[in-house]
């Protein structure tokens, strides 16, 4: 199915939904930016994680692992907006562009902040799967990169960019 909706619709609906193109931050709320951080994260943790399984698993060195790490968690995170917004009717050449334009921005924060927190604490980068550090570095670097990349996404949403740009197919 098609998407055929007009200019006027989309903006129609973001204004409804308080997320329009008026370049005020105010127009997004602290929830509505949390859960699409949430949303984030959520595709980016499951990419990571399986990444660095899959690079450890494979013994590869910390690079190969983090260069898959990362990859992965850009598929998943961008895969979530795919399916949703195809289920919405959106044909596939549509859906991955709102997909790219949704959460380019905020995986990128994400994992750039992620995994500079992992690379900065001793250890973490040779622990091991079964070790607490591994872990507690991955953890609590996906806790500060959602912390960080809130904010980011509230001000992108406020001004009808990343996530707000699903909201017309909900």
Known sequence: MDHTGTAHDHAAHQAHNGHGHG????????????????HCLTGCAIGEILGMVIGTALMWGNVETM??????????????????????????????????????VSIAV??????????????AMDAHLSDGLFWSALLGGFAVAFVITTPVNKWMIGRGKGHAVVHAYH
């Open 23 to 38: 370049g005020h931050a105010a127009g997004a709320s602290w929830p509505t930016a949390a859960k699409a951080t949430l």
């Open 67 to 104: 260069v898959l790490a990362i990859a992965l968690a850009f598929v998943f995170g961008y895969s979530f907006t795919l399916f949703a917004v195809r289920r919405a009717g959106l044909d596939w050449k549509s859906a991955i562009k709102v997909a790219l334009a949704a959460d380019t």
């Open 110 to 123: 994400m994992e750039l902040v992620d995994n500079g927190i992992i690379a900065a604490v001793p250890g």
